[in-house]
């Protein structure tokens, strides 16, 4: 667990350039506080610990300001930027070294209990406030602009902007992209 911590905080430090130093991280970024709350409410949710894990999820909402289902299955070194407003719903995938910024959603359009929401792939960005709707997969080191909205899957490498969200250009840096 104390790994899955220094790896969480590392990645942090990688990715945000105003990142001074590990303490800093630890205790100040509530994106990571709510992966961290996530972790323990998952593993409650999956050991069937239903009403307790969802307590926790809603108590670590109203600390961060970020919402992860707990039975999201969320990967490795997923580092929410900023964090505020970040909706992550319950059969939601998330994949190693994922970087989202403020405001995002992974958000389901079924009402029945099946897979209902996207999956992201390791090394996917997610700029600010994008909204990604429905059982969707998008690819592998794939990026999605600010503000867009996506619907269908998006291939391995591949950025999308806009609303609804189409391909641009070739499959260039995404940091750079998808940047807040």
């Known amino acids: 667990m104390l790994d899955g911590v220094r790896e969480?905080?590392?990645?942090?430090?990688?990715?945000?350039p105003a990142a001074k130093s590990a303490l800093e991280v630890a205790l100040c970024y509530p994106g990571l506080h709510a992966v961290w709350f996530h972790r323990v409410s998952h593993a409650l949710w999956t050991r069937g610990f239903r009403l307790t894990a969802r307590l926790l999820s809603?108590?670590?909402r109203f600390l961060t300001?970020?919402?992860?289902?707990p039975g999201?299955?969320?990967?490795?070194?997923?580092?929410?930027?900023h964090g505020a407003g970040v909706v992550v719903g319950e059969t939601a995938e998330i994949g190693d070294d994922v970087h989202m910024?403020?405001?995002?959603?992974?958000g389901g359009n079924d009402a029945r209990p099946v897979k209902r929401h996207p999956t992201l792939e390791d090394g996917v960005v997610l700029g600010a406030n994008?909204?990604?709707?429905?059982d969707i997969t998008v690819g592998e080191d794939a990026a999605v602009g600010a503000g867009a909205v996506?619907?269908?899957?998006?291939?391995?490498?591949?950025?999308?902007?806009?609303?609804p969200a189409e391909p641009v250009g070739g499959s260039g840096?995404?940091?750079?992209t998808a940047d807040s």
């Open 173 to 176: 840096d995404a940091d750079d």
């Open 58 to 60: 809603q108590f670590s």
């Open 101 to 106: 910024h403020h405001g995002c959603t992974l």
């Open 65 to 69: 300001g970020v919402e992860i289902h």
């Open 8 to 16: 969480d905080v590392r990645a942090a430090l990688d990715r945000d």
């Open 130 to 134: 994008a909204t990604l709707i429905g």
């Open 150 to 163: 996506v619907v269908d899957d998006v291939e391995p490498g591949q950025t999308v902007t806009g609303v």
């Open 72 to 81: 999201a299955d969320v990967g490795r070194r997923l580092f929410i930027d």
